[in-house]
């Protein structure tokens, strides 16, 4: 018999409607609180985490939505932890000979096709099973990771003293991911095609160079 008590709890399930209903989420938890008084609009992702595994997600808002697919197929990086239900005869050698056949395209259920790379860190008995994506695309775990919470507090301290700063930390404006792309300079009687939706071609090209993070196009 199950717990009566689970009866009584509230239902925080936001569900389809044909006609948006009017929401009172001020006593939702916390990181649902004022639910309906947010402003953004459209929100995206670069790939879903799986149950329990932690680490990078990418999440776009509004006019960066469009970003994502660009992300979606920039590669991303795991460190697991595994345990073994037995030991190996070979030990650590036949271990990383396993972990060689792991190395470029595979075929596997699922997904179907799949890049990976292994490589063996250590073999310490007393860790835990554990998987962590510590890159997605242009972002890991060094470089821009925050938690939700990081991004309540942010907001907390934009409302309530009006200080900016912290906001600033947890949410990268949306050219950050395209630092690893090659920039381009466009002639100015190019850009107004460009912009609805015209492909570009060689002669509205002004110059080109290397990614932005490793060798910016000088100007002027």
Known sequence: ?????????PDYAIKPEAITP?????????????YDKRKIEKTGHSGTLD????????VCCDRATRLVK???????????????????PGGEAQLARALETLTGALFQRPPLISAVKGNF???????QAELRRVRSGAMDEQTGMVTLHDVLDAQWMLDNN?????LRKVISPLE?????????????????????????????????????????????
């Open 1 to 9: 018999m199950g717990d009566s008590s689970l009866k009584d709890e």
């Open 22 to 34: 009017a929401l009172n989420t001020s006593d939702w938890p916390l990181l649902l609180k004022n």
């Open 51 to 58: 149950p329990k595994v932690t680490g990078c997600l990418i």
């Open 70 to 88: 660009s992300q979606q197929g920039a590669g991303k990086e795991y460190v697991c932890v595994i345990r073994l239900h037995d030991t190996l």
């Open 121 to 127: 860190v250590s073999d310490d008995p007393r860790e």
């Open 162 to 166: 009006r200080d900016e700063s912290y």
């Open 176 to 220: 950050s991911l395209l630092t690893t792309y090659k920039r381009i300079v466009v002639k100015d009687s190019a850009v107004n095609a460009v912009c609805y939706g015209a492909k570009l071609m060689i002669p509205g090209l002004l110059r080109y160079g290397q990614c932005a993070k490793s060798n910016p196009i000088p100007y002027g």
